[in-house]
């Protein structure tokens, strides 16, 4: 599951921006009952990446943003109260890295779903269904 986290430069803390995508991926794979798992642990990838504040935008502004885009199955976040507790839990995260001050108003979390069958890892094109199996092959053993 790809996440790609932006951010205005100054934002988080040297040790923030270094420590910012463990503790999403982290969160990721709570939020879904996934921490440890065998299939999916390590298919949590992505990138963070900083950008000038004079680059980054908000209100049509120069301003600290913070986005953090998720790419997930179709079959993720299945409910208002694991996405609730997903976005909660980004922006808190967040907020405690921050180096400087930076509204929760202004971190911005978006899930972007695949279509089923549009899940490709190593070279395979998984659907849901495939995916499900995996993930459970891996958690019993």
Same mark, same amino acid.
Not at 8 to 18: A, F, H, I, V
Not at 36 to 54: D, L, Q, R, W
């Given at each position: ?33 996934? !921490?440890?798992?065998?299939?999916? %642990?390590?298919? #949590?990838? =992505?990138? #963070? ?20 885009? #998720?790419? #997930?199955?179709? %079959? %993720? ?14 922006? !808190?995260?967040? !907020? *405690? ?8 108003? *202004? ?19 998984? %659907?849901?269904?495939?995916? =499900? ?9």
């Amino acid at each position: 599951m790809p996440i790609s986290i932006q951010l205005s430069q100054g934002l988080l803390t040297p040790q923030g921006e270094r420590e910012v995508f463990p503790l999403i991926a982290d969160a990721l794979l709570r939020a879904h009952g996934l !921490d440890g798992n065998a299939f999916m %642990t390590p298919n #949590v990838i =992505g990138h #963070v990446t900083v950008s000038p504040e004079s680059a980054s935008y908000a209100g049509g502004r120069p301003q600290s943003l913070a986005v953090v885009e #998720v790419k #997930v199955p179709a %079959t %993720t976040f299945p409910d208002a109260s694991v996405k609730q507790a997903f976005v909660g839990e980004v922006t !808190d995260i967040i !907020d *405690r890295l921050k180096a400087s001050p930076h509204p929760r108003e *202004r971190t911005f979390v978006n899930v972007t779903y695949a279509l089923d069958g549009a899940w490709g890892i190593g070279g395979k094109a998984y %659907t849901n269904e495939e995916l =499900g199996a995996a993930i459970q092959q891996a958690a019993t053993g």
